[in-house]
């Protein structure tokens, strides 16, 4: 069995990792914060203290971190994956970055023979915790078929889009819809609330018709008990959108509703709530119309 690095063990990362330990592989772990690696060598992983440390030691190396730098400097910096690259070695990346970043960094580790997928995934943490989640990947497609017994372990949809880059474009297409998801779907039940009408009878009544999409059959119960906690958070959904909009930028696209939408999201963080579910963008709409969606109303 091959062994498998991963490094960046969040709340995405820690779950996949977990699924791959399941599925049988060993497991090399490194995070900046040590405390999710004792606990995952407590259930049989072998703890690393560096990207090169875990690179030198493993077939497949995964990563799945914040943003488009933290990729770049733990593929590419001095004690980064780069440095412990050897002969059979692929770069396999979980994280949501901008597609020319994925292309960098896959032009960069090539040079030393190591291929590279740009592999971000969509379900959220319920998604990383069953091993159901949506992969979509770019780069070298006989790098992706030997990765794929791995993506298996982790997902349950697993598409390969094309050269490197694609599945970040993928990615950002897909959190174009589940930003209007979330942003329409608080719109919705403001409406509800304000208009005096019970929200949840409203879920249930266009929940299987034409407006059923993931965000309704997710999220409306966790709303109405005002359980807002990640989830994948809003900072990160902002992060994406901004993703979004810049790769609308560089291809000439013009994207006014998710512009729209990042400007939701930007007032959450703006109101310092950013570490709420990105599901909680309701709460700036209910700030606007003056009501919190789930309160009993006056007659």
Not at 1 to 19: E, F, H, K, S
């Amino acid at each position: 069995m091959q062994t498998i690095g991963y490094i960046g063990l969040g709340i995405m990362g820690a779950p996949m990792a977990r699924n791959l330990m399941k599925a049988g592989y060993k497991l090399v772990v490194h995070n900046r914060s040590r405390a999710i690696v004792e606990q995952l060598t407590a259930e049989g992983a072998v703890a690393a203290y560096s990207p090169q440390e875990v690179a030198a030691q493993v077939d497949v190396v995964f990563t799945n971190l914040p943003d488009s730098p933290d990729v770049e400097h733990v593929a590419l910096g001095p004690d980064g994956v780069i440095a412990g690259a050897h002969e059979g070695l692929i770069f396999v990346d979980n994280s949501t970055i901008k597609p020319e970043t994925a292309r960098h960094i896959a032009t960069e580790l090539g040079k030393v023979g190591v291929p590279a997928l740009d592999a971000p995934v969509s379900g959220g943490d319920i998604g990383a915790q069953q091993g159901t989640l949506t992969i979509m990947v770019g780069g070298p497609e006989d790098a992706f078929n030997a990765v794929l017994p791995m993506f298996q372990a982790m997902g349950k949809t697993i598409t390969y889009i094309g050269k490197s880059g694609a599945g970040q474009v993928a990615k950002a297409a897909n959190q174009i819809i589940v930003g209007a998801q979330m942003a329409g779907m608080a719109e919705a039940l403001v409406l509800a609330q304000k208009s005096g009408v019970d929200p949840e009878r409203v879920v249930q009544a266009i929940s299987r018709g034409a407006a059923q999409c993931w965000a309704l059959d997710h999220k409306p119960a966790r709303i109405f008990r005002r359980e807002l906690g990640p989830g994948f958070k809003a900072y990160m959904q902002h992060k994406d959108l901004n993703i979004v909009l810049d790769t609308g930028n560089a291809y000439g696209v013009p994207l006014p509703v998710t512009a729209i939408i990042q400007q939701l999201y930007r007032a959450m963080l703006a109101a310092g709530n950013g570490e709420l579910d990105n599901s909680a963008v309701i709460t700036v709409l209910e700030t606007l119309a003056g009501v919190t969606v789930g309160e009993e109303q006056p007659d």
